[in-house]
Structures are given as structure tokens and as C-alpha cells.
């Protein structure tokens, strides 16, 4: 007996030790991986200051096709003329945070398959709100531009990378077009038909004055809404 609890013993201590479980990953949050990155301050204030931080933090965390962000570096911010967002209703506020979220995982290599143009969080079925992405011919190369009609800049290294959540810095502000482009001049306004001639032609339909620009439906408008009610609940 004493010389088989001998021949065990050292078996016994030459089994590894498993080492524990990891614990469970917590929710992911874009503002604290932002901060990790200490040059987003003023992404991080606006994301707080329109409460969608709250709504991509939900939707990060309940989603199926994951999130693409450009990040405008504190940089990106300073170079904008000043009094850029001073005009800007919090729709619009809204609108312009939104447009910097793309509503699926895009890596560089997913970017080379895309369809121009691609949709944001701030499009609708009207089809604003849009952007390109140009990439490279060469295959399996990280690189890329982004566009939105108004500014160009290349799309830097992930910052963080790991699905459902991507998020690259980028060195310019994206303006959408339907915001920060020029507008076309207001219709010159029509002449004045005399009363027999209004009789004779019967009444006119009312004019349409809703934009294509200002159609936000489908996933944009619900993001709108929701973080509009979101900021007014604040105010509260």
C-alpha cells in the first residue's frame, strides 16, 4: 500500500492547474473607449451633449449586424470655422453624430465588397445622409478614404476592432452634404393670375415644401426621435 500511494503522489502533482474562468465581458461602452483614446474629447461631449451615446451603447449591445464609427480627433474639431455648430439646430446636432455611425461592421477588407453609397444612422429611405468610402485596388490593403460630398479624409487604424463594435479615428469632421452643402436658390416666385383666369383653371394644389433632405424615416428617424427625446428629457 505504501508503495503505491508512493508511485501516485507524483502524478498527482505533475497535473496542470486549470487555471478559473475569465469573467463575463461587461457591456461595451463607446464614450469609455473613446476616453481610452485621449484625443476625442470633443466626439466624446457632442455623443453626451445629444444623448446618443445612450442609443449606440444600447444598440451595441443588442445587435445582430454590429456598428461602424469615425471618431473626428480633438484635432478634426479645431480646424472647423468657428461658430460651425453654433447654427445648428438639436435635430440637426443629432443628425450630424448620426452621421458618423454606420449601422453594420465594416472592416477594411468589408469596405473593398461595398456598394457606394453607404447608409448612416442619420439616413432614411429618402436615401440622405449618405457616404462613400473609396479603397485601394490592391487587395487585403488597410486603407481607405471616406466622403461625404463635402470633406474627404483618409480612415486611420481602428482604434478599437472587435465585432460588433469598430470604431477609426478620422482627422476631419464629417459635414454631411444635406447640412454643410450648397443649397439651390429659392424658385423665383411665380406671377399672379387674375381672378378669372384662377376660376377658368380651377384650384391649385398646395406646394410641397417638404425636402428630400429633411426626410429622415425608417432607422434615422427613430434615432432622431429617440435621441431628441432624449435630450429634451434633460432639460426637464
Known amino acids: 500500500m505504501i508503495f503505491l500511494v508512493t508511485l501516485l503522489l507524483p502524478a498527482a502533482r505533475s497535473q496542470p492547474t486549470v487555471p478559473p474562468a475569465p469573467a463575463p465581458a461587461g457591456p461595451l461602452n463607446l464614450t469609455a473607449i473613446l476616453a481610452k483614446g485621449g484625443q476625442f474629447t470633443s466626439f466624446i461631449r457632442l455623443l453626451q451633449q445629444t444623448r446618443v451615446d445612450e442609443q449606440i451603447n444600447s444598440q451595441l449591445n443588442n445587435s445582430f449586424n454590429g456598428l461602424t464609427v469615425f471618431a473626428p480627433t480633438d484635432n478634426a474639431f479645431a480646424a472647423l470655422p468657428a461658430g460651425t455648430f453654433n447654427s445648428l439646430s438639436q435635430q440637426k446636432q443629432i443628425q450630424l453624430v448620426l452621421f458618423h455611425v454606420l449601422p453594420r461592421y465594416y472592416s477594411f477588407s468589408t469596405f473593398q465588397t461595398a456598394s457606394n453609397p453607404l447608409p448612416t444612422q442619420a439616413s432614411g429611405e429618402s436615401g440622405v445622409f449618405t457616404l462613400n468610402v473609396t479603397t485601394p485596388s490592391a487587395a487585403n490593403s488597410n486603407q481607405a478614404n471616406v466622403s461625404t460630398g463635402v470633406v474627404e479624409t483618409p480612415i486611420e487604424t481602428p482604434l478599437y476592432a472587435n465585432v460588433p463594435l469598430v470604431v477609426y479615428p478620422v482627422q ?18 411665380s406671377a399672379r393670375k387674375s381672378p378669372s383666369s384662377a376660376g377658368a383653371s380651377g384650384a391649385a394644389a398646395p406646394e410641397d415644401h417638404t425636402s428630400g433632405a429633411t426626410r429622415i424615416t425608417g432607422i434615422g428617424r427613430s434615432f432622431v426621435a429617440g435621441a431628441l427625446l432624449l435630450a429634451i428629457s434633460t432639460l426637464l
Do not use: D
Request: proline share 33%.
Open 172 to 189: 476631419r469632421v464629417l459635414l454631411p452634404y444635406a447640412i454643410f452643402g450648397p443649397h439651390p436658390p429659392a424658385p423665383a416666385p
